[in-house]
Structures are given as structure tokens and as C-alpha cells.
């Protein structure tokens, strides 16, 4: 197979994983977010790497990589019904725990800037509080010449938040 062929292949493969934003853009600064299923720490710099080798204009982005990621084991909270002996409760409470939020186990996470100060610990947090499990989020944005101050992390989460909700990580 040619090396064109399997770049080819590779670039399939990896656009067939990442779950992509609109591209949202903000006096000339651009900002994209991307998310796809880990299912540990050593998958990150792997997908950042193919991400670069296989999207040239992530490549040639000011912040290529402002990205968090999560992993741990799922489990699904199980309220027993054992004291209870009437069945229609039982379904009734079936019912009700379908939208409880799992428990997750073992947890490891992580972050990186890529020299836009603190947008990995906010996706972090993103990830955190919206209680996602084996996911990485990357932001990528593409410096416009003006400054955004405040606004740009605004950008950043909507990104984010765009594409964890495409991937099912989000309602």
C-alpha cells in the first residue's frame, strides 16, 4: 500500500472518531471544538498527534491543543427495591432511576493549556461537573490579531460543549 493510501486510511479512520463544532468565529479569531471516546490516558497524545499529522489547519493553528480528558470505570447507580414488596412501586421507581446520574470509579483526568492560560482546567471542569467519563475535549483556535479578553472563553466552552453534545456525551 502506498504511503498516500494509508494516509488516506488513517485520515478516514480518525475523522470517522472525532465528533466536530461549527467552526464559531469572533473578530477573525476562530474556534473549533472536538470530542471522541478514550478509554485511557495513553490514548490522548496518540490522538493529538494524528489529529495534527492528518488536518493541516489544525497544524497551523496559534492553540492547536487546549484540551481535558477523563477516564474511569462506569457504574450504573442500582437503588435495591429488596424491602419492597408491592411491584408497582418497584416499576415506578425502574422509572425514576433511568434518569439518575452514574457513578464513576477510578478516576483520571488531565489537561493542557497550549499557551492559552487556563482554558484546559476550565474543560476540565466542563468535563467534571457534567460528570463525562472516557471522553477528551479539544478546543482549537486559530488567533484572529485582536484580543477577545473574556469572550474567548466563553468561545472555548461553546465549543466544547457543541461537541460533547454531537458525540452523546451531553443531552
Known sequence: MSKAAQLHKLQ??????????????????????????????????????????TNKSVAKASHMHMYAWRTGDIIEANNSNQGQKNSKNNKKQNKNNKNEIPVVKNIQQGCADCGEAAAGQRLLTLLERANVANALVIVTRWYGGTPLGSARFRHISGVAVESLKKGGFLP
Open 12 to 53: 478516514s479512520n480518525i475523522m470517522k472518531v472525532w465528533n466536530e463544532s461549527e467552526i464559531l468565529v469572533d473578530r477573525k479569531s476562530k474556534f473549533q471544538g472536538r470530542c471522541c471516546k478514550i478509554t485511557n490516558q495513553s490514548d490522548v497524545p496518540k490522538f493529538l498527534n494524528e489529529l495534527v499529522q
